[in-house]
């Protein structure tokens, strides 16, 4: 398998629910990134890792939860979400001063 | 002032068109540049990165003009599948990326 992929593509949680999002990487890239795009809205930030170190963690709130185990591996943790929360959930991956590639993402809608 | 600044349009032009977006930067120590392309409810896509000396990719140029800082992409002899949100995205040397809001275009038979 190649490139960025993202489980599960689709998810439909509680607002009393905890759900994980998952990425893997197969590029051998060493920096990894969760993005949140709403409806008819830019592209935000979240969180960024390289070489598995948190570098970046754009004032998110604490009901999103990220993990990096490995390299290649990156997840976000739920728990708690807010309708608000409903998006897509883009991950993506880079190398050096390269561009990113991205996941399909994972459409969330929280109920 | 946004760090990264796009016009959205949206740009509605006839197939064969020559269409062109910029986007412009406010931070000077910005190294690198990309344009990334967006189809609806996909994520987005490198189209190409954009090196100080321009560059093409068939119907696909792009510039670079660090002093008025901003980047440029044209697009020539339109397509219908050309259709999408084409984003800007700049680097700084530190590492740091920012997404414009993005262009729309849609391609008219």
């Known amino acids: 398998e190649t490139g960025v992929t993202q489980t599960p593509r689709h998810l439909v949680m509680g607002m009393t629910n905890k759900k994980s999002l998952k990425c893997e990487q197969h590029l051998g890239h060493n920096a990894m990134y969760w993005y949140k795009q709403s409806a008819k809205k830019p592209l935000e930030l979240m969180f960024v890792y390289s070489l598995e170190e948190r570098v970046e963690n754009n004032s998110v709130p604490s009901r999103f939860s990220p993990e990096c185990p490995n390299s290649s591996h990156l997840f976000l943790h739920l728990h708690t979400l807010q309708p608000e929360d409903s998006a897509l959930y883009l991950c993506?991956?880079?190398?050096?001063?390269?561009?990113?590639?991205f996941g399909s993402g994972t459409r969330l809608t929280v109920v | 002032r946004k760090e990264v600044e796009q016009d959205p349009g949206p740009f509605n032009v006839p197939e064969g068109a020559t269409v062109a977006f910029n986007c412009t930067y406010s931070n000077s120590a910005s190294q690198s540049f990309f344009w990334y392309r967006q189809d609806c409810r996909k994520e987005p896509k490198l189209l190409m990165s954009?090196?100080?000396s321009g560059n093409e990719d068939g119907r696909f140029t792009a510039q670079l003009n660090r002093a008025s800082q901003y980047i440029s992409l044209l697009i020539r002899d339109s397509k219908l599948s050309d259709s999408a949100t084409y984003l800007c995205v700049v680097n700084t040397n530190a590492g740091k990326s920012t997404f414009g809001d993005g262009t729309t275009l849609t391609v008219k038979p």
């Open positions: 993506a991956s880079s190398q050096g001063r390269g561009g990113y590639t």
């Open positions: 954009v090196y100080s």
